[in-house]
Structures are given as C-alpha cells and as structure tokens.
C-alpha cells in the first residue's frame, strides 16, 4: 500500500465535528442560594452511530430542590476540550498541510469545537444516576449531540499518529448568578460500563481488552462468543477504546444478545494496528497474528463458560482485514465470521488461501461509496470467489450509508449521510440481511445458528 493509500486511512474513525449552540437563561431565585455543601457534576458519555458524545451532565447542587424549578433555560452549560499533550485538532491538521486537501468526513474548519457553550435540550431534577425525580439535590442537563456537533465529542483523531485519544473535557455549569459548578466527579457510561477492562500478555506481545460477559443460568451452561477486531484509528493503550471509538458497545445491547441467549463479548486492541505487516502496511500479514489467536485462546481457557464450537470473529476495516487473515490462517477454527469494509485486498488472496477462507462460513458487509477501502478491490471480487468455489458467503452491499434513525439530516431534508466507508453502522445497528431459502434473515441471527463442525 502506497503512503498516499495509507494517509487515506485517517478516516477510519474519525468522529463527526459539532457545532454549539447558546440559550437564553432564565434563573428561579432560590437556585441562586448558597448550598449546603460544593456543587459538582459528573458526564455522561453515550457511543453513537458516529462516536462517543458527552450527552449529559449531572449537577449535584448540594442543596434540595423541585422539579417546578427548572427548564432548560435555568443553566448555562461551557465546556473546554483539552487534548491529549502534543495532539492537534482536524482543523490544525488542515493548516499544518498548508492548504493540502485532506478529507475528514464531517470536516472542522476552525477551532471553535474545543471550547463554548452547549445547547441544553432538556432539564429536570433527578437522582445521582439522571432519573426523574420531582425533588432531589441533583440535575440532569440533557444537550444536543449529533454527527456534525464537535463540542460534546469524547474523542479526537490525531493527524499526526493516526490513533483516535481521549478528550479531557472541562465543564463550567453557571445559573446566571451565584452558583458556579466546575467541580468534575467523574464519568459514567451506560454502554461501555457493562464491559470489563482488562490485557493479555502473549509472547512478545501484551493485548488490552474489552470484554463483556452474559447472565449464566446454571454452572453448566455454555455461551457463544464474538470476538470483535476494531479499526485502525482504536490502537493503542486503551482499552475502552475498540467498544466506544465507534460503537461496538452494541454487541453487548439486547438488540444483538437476543439472537444468542447471552452472549460473551471480547474486543482485543492492537498497540499499533492490525494491518501492521512483516514487510509493509496491509501487506497480507500482520505482526500480531499468532500472538493475538493465542490471545483469544487464553481468554477462553479463563472462561469455562464459553462454547469452543461457536466462536464468531468479525471487525471493521483494518479489523476486517485481521479478520481475513484469522479465517484464512486458522481454518475451522471459527464457527462464522464477518468483516465489514475489509482490508485485504483481493489480489493478495490466493487459490490456496481462498480455499482455506472457504471452510469458515463468513458475512461481508460495505458500502458503494467507500472510497478509503473500495470494495471493487476487496470485498467484491473476494465474495465472487467464494460463491464460485460453493462457500457459503453472504453480502450486504449498501449503496451509501445514511442515518436510518430519522433524527438526523441534510439541509434539504434527507437523511444525513456519513462517509462511504463507515459500513460498521449497519452492523450495530442490525441492518445487514440477505435471502437464505427464500427468507429475509439478518447478520445475527444467521450467525447465531452457525456451529463449528
């Protein structure tokens, strides 16, 4: 792959740029008491179609009050984006190109998306965890989140190591006259709090990961596992990020457990990236391949519970690509797979390779207008090989990808739509189906009834 190839890879997991939005305020008096102890606030970071936004604050006022005494113009709500030491924003990125056209997806021309105040969509009193309550010492103040809005954005793509890192965000909650909250508490994640963080040392290479572990009924009772691989920009030390830089926390939401019963959930990240060759970038191999099938053996040796004859693995564009190689170095070995917007290209798969990629019954996903990876070079002349050669390969080919949720659109009206090669959306969101004997069935479901044989 040609530098000029690998530069077009920053879009992996570029998070969609946002914009603020100022209130008016209108302040009830007895808000603007002194409290009975220092005020604080805690974020709530939520995983979206397009990233991780911070889409609440919860405001402990150290005081009682009622649910009578706030609307959404009570509280100003500010907040600063500080990034990670020696990182630098899109827009600086853009600069520092001096005038070079560098697409980023949803774009950020300016340096208004590290500091300003954001849009409070809904305001009420509720319990330390943002329930509704009609008196209570806490607020919640819901804002405005959306693929364009970069201030509530957790995460920021560096230009410079092509890795997506966490943005330290500073709030300031102000009711327009005494009362001034800065003190931050802490984070909650509904999603990603359902996973466990921990690594894997194997050989020479130490792996952090997510994990997600179901409701067991009985001592005896075996679950599935999906292994998920992320995208190229979820490198690194942290292990939060291959569930939350896009929105792989879903494998862990009833929409997808529902097809397994419970499931286990394991998300390995990669110190650089998986497309990490031997001798090049995305060269058909990867430096991590034996240690990280030693890694997912380890993690099913600690976990009786899981059933070794349904081991799913899948992943998205630099993980599709680690997926490929899993499938065609260990054939067998995995019950089904399904890489989205895969990386390995076509030309790199020989006939002895196809024949072992084969024998593991596998899902592509990707869209026509991927234009980091084209599918014309991966995945369709791969899926054609297949078909040809009797494997039992489906394929959800999306036209483009668009927000299917209906919250979020273009000017003139229709739906808001994302870069080409952010196909993963249509995984989470369970939107991948084909015709199997005459009838609709979705990706989860068809994984669901594969068993290793």
Same mark, same amino acid.
């Given at each position: 792959?040609?530098?000029?190839?690998?530069? &077009?890879?920053?879009?992996?997991?570029?998070?969609?740029?946002?914009?603020?939005?100022?209130?008016?305020?209108?302040?009830?008096?007895?808000?603007?008491?002194?409290?009975?102890?220092?005020?604080?606030?805690?974020?709530?970071?939520?995983?979206?179609?397009?990233?991780?936004?911070?889409?609440?604050?919860?405001?402990?006022?150290?005081?009682?009050?009622?649910?009578?005494?706030?609307?959404?113009?009570? =509280?100003?709500?500010?907040?600063?984006?500080?990034?990670?030491?020696?990182?630098? *924003?899109?827009?600086?990125?853009?600069?520092?190109?001096?005038?070079?056209?560098?697409?980023? @997806?949803?774009?950020?021309?300016?340096?208004?998306?590290?500091?300003?105040?954001?849009?409070?969509?809904?305001?009420?009193?509720?319990?330390?965890?943002?329930?509704? $309550?009609?008196?209570?010492?806490?607020?919640?103040?819901?804002?405005? $989140?959306?693929?364009?809005?970069?201030?509530?954005?957790?995460?920021? /793509?560096? +230009?410079?190591?092509?890795?997506?890192?966490?943005?330290?965000?500073?709030?300031?909650?102000?009711?327009?006259?005494?009362?001034?909250?800065?003190?931050?508490? @802490?984070? !909650?994640?509904? &999603?990603?709090?359902?996973? %466990?963080?921990?690594?894997?040392?194997?050989?020479?290479?130490?792996?952090?990961?997510?994990?997600?572990?179901?409701?067991?009924?009985?001592?005896?009772?075996?679950?599935?596992?999906?292994?998920?691989?992320?995208?190229?920009?979820?490198?690194?030390?942290?292990?939060?990020?291959?569930?939350? @830089?896009?929105?792989?926390? &879903?494998?862990?939401?009833?929409?997808?457990?529902?097809? =397994?019963?419970?499931?286990?959930?394991?998300?390995?990240?990669?110190?650089?990236?998986?497309? %990490?060759?031997?001798?090049? =970038?995305?060269?058909? *191999?990867?430096?991590?391949?034996?240690? +990280?099938?030693?890694?997912?053996?380890?993690?099913?040796?600690?976990?009786?519970?899981?059933?070794?004859?349904? !081991?799913?693995?899948?992943?998205?564009?630099?993980?599709?690509?680690?997926?490929?190689? +899993?499938?065609?170095?260990?054939?067998?070995?995995?019950?089904?797979?399904?890489?989205?917007?895969?990386? +390995?290209?076509?030309?790199? !798969?020989?006939?002895?390779?196809?024949?072992?990629?084969?024998?593991?019954?596998?899902?592509?996903?990707?869209?026509?207008?991927?234009?980091?990876?084209?599918?014309?070079?991966?995945? $369709?002349?791969?899926?054609?090989?297949?078909?040809?050669?009797?494997?039992?390969?489906?394929?959800?080919?999306?036209?483009?990808?668009?927000?299917?949720?209906?919250?979020?659109?273009?000017?003139?009206?229709?739906?808001?739509?994302?870069?080409?090669?952010?196909?993963?959306?249509?995984?989470?969101?369970?939107?991948?189906?084909? #015709? !199997?004997?005459?009838? #609709?069935?979705?990706? /989860?479901?068809?994984?669901?009834?594969?068993?290793?044989?």
């Amino acid at each position: 792959m040609t530098r000029k190839q690998l530069q &077009q890879m920053i879009r992996l997991s570029l998070c969609g740029v946002m914009a603020a939005g100022v209130f008016a305020l209108g302040t009830p008096a007895s808000l603007a008491a002194v409290p009975a102890q220092q005020p604080s606030y805690k974020t709530v970071t939520e995983t979206f179609d397009w990233g991780p936004s911070v889409s609440k604050v919860i405001v402990d006022l150290g005081r009682t009050v009622k649910a009578s005494e706030v609307n959404t113009g009570t =509280f100003k709500v500010h907040v600063r984006r500080e990034l990670a030491e020696g990182a630098i *924003t899109p827009a600086e990125a853009m600069r520092e190109k001096q005038g070079a056209t560098i697409s980023l @997806g949803a774009e950020s021309t300016s340096d208004k998306d590290l500091e300003g105040d954001r849009q409070v969509t809904k305001a009420y009193v509720s319990d330390a965890k943002g329930n509704p $309550v009609e008196s209570g010492g806490y607020v919640t103040l819901e804002m405005a $989140v959306s693929p364009t809005d970069t201030l509530g954005a957790a995460l920021n /793509f560096d +230009l410079h190591t092509m890795l997506n890192n966490w943005v330290k965000p500073h709030y300031t909650i102000t009711d327009g006259r005494k009362l001034v909250v800065d003190n931050n508490q @802490g984070d !909650i994640r509904p &999603q990603a709090d359902k996973f %466990h963080y921990n690594h894997e040392l194997v050989v020479r290479n130490s792996f952090p990961y997510a994990s997600y572990e179901p409701e067991l009924k009985n001592k005896d009772e075996k679950k599935p596992l999906i292994i998920w691989l992320h995208g190229m920009g979820e490198g690194g030390n942290s292990p939060s990020l291959p569930i939350m @830089g896009n929105k792989a926390t &879903q494998f862990a939401d009833a929409s997808i457990q529902k097809y =397994f019963g419970g499931a286990y959930v394991l998300a390995p990240q990669a110190r650089t990236y998986w497309m %990490h060759g031997y001798k090049g =970038f995305a060269d058909g *191999t990867s430096i991590y391949s034996e240690s +990280l099938m030693e890694c997912i053996k380890a993690y099913v040796a600690k976990h009786p519970h899981v059933d070794e004859n349904r !081991i799913y693995v899948g992943g998205d564009s630099n993980g599709g690509y680690m997926t490929m190689l +899993l499938v065609r170095d260990n054939p067998g070995f995995f019950a089904a797979a399904f890489p989205t917007c895969e990386g +390995l290209k076509d030309s790199l !798969i020989s006939d002895k390779d196809l024949k072992n990629i084969a024998k593991t019954p596998i899902w592509f996903t990707a869209a026509k207008t991927d234009t980091v990876l084209p599918p014309k070079d991966y995945a $369709v002349p791969t899926v054609a090989r297949l078909k040809k050669a009797g494997a039992d390969v489906h394929f959800s080919f999306f036209d483009k990808v668009v927000d299917t949720s209906g919250k979020y659109k273009k000017a003139d009206g229709t739906p808001y739509e994302y870069m080409g090669h952010w196909s993963w959306i249509y995984v989470y969101n369970d939107e991948c189906e084909d #015709t !199997i004997g005459g009838k #609709t069935v979705k990706l /989860f479901q068809w994984m669901a009834a594969q068993k290793r044989k």
